[in-house]
């Protein structure tokens, strides 16, 4: 069946729209390709810790940037890599963050000032940036400037292979004098390793870029939603309004699983070659699973957990992503920073035109303008409290 609308013109609707003519397993055809969207929660959960559906070989530009890193890998060169660089995500490493995380959050909440117009997701990718480095490479970087604007190059270079070649000679540059220093718990795990130094500059620019962007996007929209929800507390709610930021906008938007060959999925026989896609910018919206989906509610994690497969912004199985427990961390406790003292109140509060990328991510940032948080502790006058002792505001049930 040909896709119901133009699929490269608004692929997420595309998706939806399939999901919602053919229900849990649809099959369309991209130019001469077949391709499969499961969108039913069981099936997701077989398709992500199915054998038979390895990661899609990575083509065009993230392998020209990437690699063979962690991200575009295949096989047992991922699963060994894996194997190697997850003690870098361990308890143990985990033990140095969270002071990292809050030098930086308040090092950065120091210099707003109330009244000023910035940029939330260029800002918070600042944060996550200096994070991540701190964290995997035990420093800041004199090229954290240069990393941005390389990722914001890349973002826009579509499939370029000339100008991806450019950029990546500029990361090659610095993956190879970070090799030369040997320093931070990143490159002495990959100077240890029986691996090339190719492999190892790889790994090196996976990390730093897959580490940052969809960490800072997230954060993003947490302090856009609580900005726009006054009634919800980030304090105590943290974690359930990162896990409803992360369903309403999920950096990792598309999911993609290459079909070799005939594979039963529950009831469905998928036939190959095909490519196998999964969304959760579909089935996070599933109304039977997510009453209400597009209203901002981060009690729904109250409740539990979700239902299997329902809920996977961080992908799943043997690729789930690799970095889960530090985005976790740092969203949670950044955002509980920021929110103390802070709010970001959106300069426009309609809908978010999305881009659809290699991430999700607002199409023109998400422009904010700066106010002090009423509070008893910042000698402000003191707002009405509800029974919870929460601040009684207007609660908009839904973004
Ligand atoms: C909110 C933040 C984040 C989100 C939503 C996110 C999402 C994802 C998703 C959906 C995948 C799986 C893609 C697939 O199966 O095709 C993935 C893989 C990956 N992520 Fe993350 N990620 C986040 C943060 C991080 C961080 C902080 C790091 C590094 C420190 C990281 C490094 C990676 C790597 C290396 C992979 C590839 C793993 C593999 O395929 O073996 N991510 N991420």
């Given at each position: 069946?040909?896709?119901?609308?133009?699929?490269?013109?608004?692929?997420?609707?595309?998706?939806?729209?399939?999901?919602?003519?053919?229900?849990?397993?649809?099959?369309?055809?991209?130019?001469?390709?077949?391709?499969?969207?499961?969108?039913?929660?069981?099936?997701?959960?077989r398709a992500l810790t199915?054998?038979?559906?390895?990661?899609?070989?990575?083509?065009?530009?993230?392998?020209?940037?990437?690699?063979?890193?962690?991200?575009?890998?295949?096989?047992?060169?991922?699963?060994?890599?894996?194997?190697?660089?997850?003690?870098?995500?361990?308890?143990?490493?985990?033990?140095?963050?969270?002071?990292?995380?809050?030098?930086?959050?308040?090092?950065?909440?120091?210099?707003?000032?109330?009244?000023?117009?910035?940029?939330?997701?260029?800002?918070?990718?600042?944060?996550?940036?200096?994070?991540?480095?701190?964290?995997?490479?035990?420093?800041?970087?004199?090229e954290e400037t240069m990393?941005?604007?390389?990722?914001?190059?890349?973002?826009?270079?579509?499939?370029?292979?000339?100008?991806?070649?450019?950029?990546?000679?500029?990361?090659?540059?610095?993956?190879?004098?970070?090799?030369?220093?040997?320093?931070?718990?990143?490159?002495?795990?990959l100077l240890n390793l029986?691996?090339?130094?190719?492999?190892?500059?790889?790994?090196?620019?996976?990390?730093?870029?897959?580490?940052?962007?969809?960490?800072?996007?997230?954060?993003?929209?947490?302090?856009?939603?609580?900005?726009?929800?006054?009634?919800?507390?980030?304090?105590?709610?943290?974690?359930?309004?990162?896990?409803?930021?992360?369903?309403?906008?999920?950096?990792?938007?598309?999911?993609?699983?290459?079909?070799?060959?005939?594979?039963?999925?529950?009831?469905?026989?998928?036939?190959?070659?095909?490519?196998?896609?999964?969304?959760?910018?579909?089935?996070?919206?599933?109304?039977?699973?997510?009453?209400?989906?597009?209203?901002?509610?981060?009690?729904?994690?109250?409740?539990?957990?979700?239902?299997?497969?329902?809920?996977?912004?961080?992908?799943?199985?043997?690729?789930?992503?690799?970095?889960?427990?530090?985005?976790?961390?740092?969203?949670?406790?950044?955002?509980?920073?920021?929110?103390?003292?802070?709010?970001?109140?959106?300069?426009?509060?309609?809908?978010?035109?999305?881009?659809?990328?290699?991430?999700?991510?607002?199409?023109?940032?998400?422009?904010?303008?700066?106010?002090?948080?009423?509070?008893?502790?910042?000698?402000?006058?003191?707002?009405?409290?509800?029974?919870?002792?929460?601040?009684?505001?207007?609660?908009?049930?839904?973004?």
């Amino acid at each position: 069946m040909p896709c119901p609308v133009d699929f490269a013109q608004d692929p997420i609707a595309s998706l939806r729209a399939l999901a919602a003519q053919q229900g849990a397993l649809a099959e369309f055809w991209v130019a001469d390709q077949r391709v499969y969207l499961a969108s039913a929660p069981d099936l997701i959960q077989r398709a992500l810790t199915c054998k038979q559906l390895p990661k899609r070989q990575g083509r065009g530009a993230a392998t020209c940037l990437l690699g063979q890193g962690l991200m575009t890998s295949q096989g047992d060169l991922n699963r060994c890599q894996r194997r190697r660089l997850r003690p870098l995500f361990s308890p143990s490493a985990q033990a140095t963050w969270p002071h990292i995380v809050h030098e930086e959050t308040e090092a950065l909440c120091q210099c707003w000032r109330p009244g000023q117009v910035l940029d939330s997701v260029a800002e918070l990718g600042r944060l996550s940036l200096a994070v991540a480095c701190r964290c995997l490479l035990g420093q800041r970087l004199p090229e954290e400037t240069m990393l941005l604007e390389s990722l914001e190059e890349i973002l826009n270079a579509g499939h370029r292979p000339a100008l991806l070649q450019t950029i990546r000679t500029r990361l090659d540059g610095l993956a190879n004098r970070l090799l030369q220093t040997g320093q931070g718990p990143l490159i002495e795990r990959l100077l240890n390793l029986p691996i090339d130094d190719e492999l190892r500059r790889d790994e090196i620019i996976t990390m730093l870029l897959g580490a940052h962007e969809t960490t800072a996007v997230t954060m993003a929209w947490c302090m856009r939603l609580l900005a726009l929800h006054p009634s919800v507390d980030a304090a105590s709610q943290a974690r359930a309004v990162v896990a409803e930021a992360l369903r309403l906008y999920p950096p990792g938007w598309i999911i993609a699983r290459q079909v070799d060959a005939p594979v039963h999925l529950g009831e469905f026989r998928l036939e190959g070659p095909a490519t196998l896609l999964m969304s959760p910018m579909v089935t996070h919206y599933l109304a039977e699973v997510w009453p209400e989906p597009e209203c901002f509610r981060p009690q729904r994690f109250a409740q539990g957990k979700p239902p299997a497969g329902s809920y996977f912004p961080f992908g799943g199985g043997d690729r789930v992503c690799i970095g889960e427990s530090m985005a976790w961390l740092e969203a949670t406790q950044a955002i509980s920073i920021m929110a103390a003292r802070w709010r970001l109140v959106p300069v426009d509060s309609g809908p978010v035109k999305l881009r659809p990328l290699a991430a999700l991510r607002p199409a023109c940032g998400l422009p904010a303008r700066v106010e002090r948080r009423p509070d008893k502790a910042c000698g402000e006058p003191p707002g009405a409290e509800d029974e919870a002792g929460l601040p009684v505001q207007k609660a908009r049930s839904c973004d």
